[in-house]
C-alpha cells in the first residue's frame, strides 16, 4: 500500500541534543511538508519541499532543519537551538496541484525532551 | 498572514444530536478548503474539500460543509451524529497564489456521549 512511514513513533531527547525525524513516502508526490502539532494551536508548518533539493521555510522554521536529496525522504532535524522542541510532528506529501490535490499524512513521531 | 479560525476549541455532545462546527479564513483571493480528522490514534485523514462549483460539498461519513464566500467560511455540518464520531477536527485553507500550502486552523475536539 502507499503511504507515509514516519519514524520513530516515540523519541527522547536530553537537552542540547540534535535528533532527526524520518519521512518516506512511496506515492510518487513531489511535494512533502512537516508540521508540529500543539495542543490549541491546530498544525504549524515548519518546512516544505515541493521538488528534490529544494525546500523552504515554512512558518515556524527557527530551530529546524531539512533536506531532500531523494523524492521519497524528507527527514527534519530538530536542533539544539529550538526553545521548545518537545510537540508532536507530523510529515505529509502531495501532487502539486490539480483537482486530487490534498495531503496525506504520516502517523506522527512525539518528540519530548527529557 | 493568512490565518485559518476554528471558533470552538472544544463540543460535547450526545449521539444523534447535529453537530456544526465553525472555520473561518481571514484572506480573499482563490482559496481551496479543506476538512481533516484525526480519529484517537490515527492518522489524520481528508474529509472533504471545496475548490470551485457547488458550495455545498459532501464528504465522507455523512459530513458535509458549505463554503460562504461573503463570510468567508467553511462550516462542517453533520445532521446527526454517532460515538464514531469523537475526533478532532481541522479546517486548512490553501491559498492558490501560495503555491500547495495549507494552513491549518486550531481544531476543535468533539466528544459524542453515548
Known amino acids: 500500500d502507499g503511504g507515509i512511514t514516519q519514524s520513530p513513533k516515540y523519541l527522547f531527547r536530553k537537552e542540547g541534543q540534535n535528533v532527526t525525524l524520518s519521512c518516506e513516502q512511496n506515492?510518487?508526490?513531489?511535494?512533502m511538508y512537516w508540521y508540529r502539532q500543539d495542543p490549541g494551536q491546530g498544525l504549524r508548518l515548519i518546512y516544505y519541499?515541493?521538488?528534490?533539493?529544494?525546500?523552504q521555510k515554512g512558518d515556524i522554521a527557527e530551530g529546524y532543519s531539512v533536506s531532500r536529496e531523494k523524492k521519497e525522504s524528507f527527514p527534519l532535524t530538530v536542533t539544539s537551538a529550538q526553545k521548545n522542541p518537545t510537540a508532536f510532528y507530523l510529515c505529509?506529501?502531495?501532487?502539486?496541484?490539480?483537482?486530487?490535490?490534498?495531503?496525506?499524512f504520516g502517523s506522527g513521531t512525539r518528540l519530548t525532551v527529557v | 498572514a493568512q490565518s485559518v479560525s476554528q471558533h470552538n476549541h472544544h463540543v460535547i455532545l450526545s449521539e444523534a444530536a447535529s453537530l456544526e462546527l465553525g472555520c473561518n479564513y481571514s484572506?480573499?483571493?482563490?482559496?481551496?478548503l479543506f476538512w481533516y480528522v484525526q480519529y484517537p490514534g490515527q492518522h489524520l485523514q481528508l474529509l472533504l474539500k471545496?475548490?470551485?462549483?457547488?458550495?455545498l460539498v459532501k464528504g465522507i461519513k455523512g459530513f458535509e460543509a458549505e463554503f460562504i464566500k461573503s463570510k468567508f467560511s467553511f462550516n462542517l455540518r453533520k445532521p446527526s451524529v454517532q460515538w464514531s464520531d469523537t475526533a478532532e477536527y481541522f479546517c486548512?485553507?490553501?491559498?492558490?497564489?501560495?503555491?500547495?500550502?495549507?494552513?491549518f486552523g486550531g481544531g476543535t475536539r468533539v466528544l459524542v456521549k453515548p
Open positions: 484572506y480573499g483571493g482563490t482559496v481551496n
Open positions: 519541499s515541493q521538488i528534490v533539493n529544494d525546500f
Open positions: 486548512a485553507v490553501n491559498r492558490e497564489a501560495a503555491g500547495n500550502k495549507l494552513t
Open positions: 505529509a506529501s502531495s501532487i502539486p496541484s490539480g483537482a486530487n490535490y490534498g495531503y496525506t
Open positions: 506515492l510518487n508526490h513531489d511535494a
Open positions: 471545496y475548490f470551485s462549483g457547488d458550495p
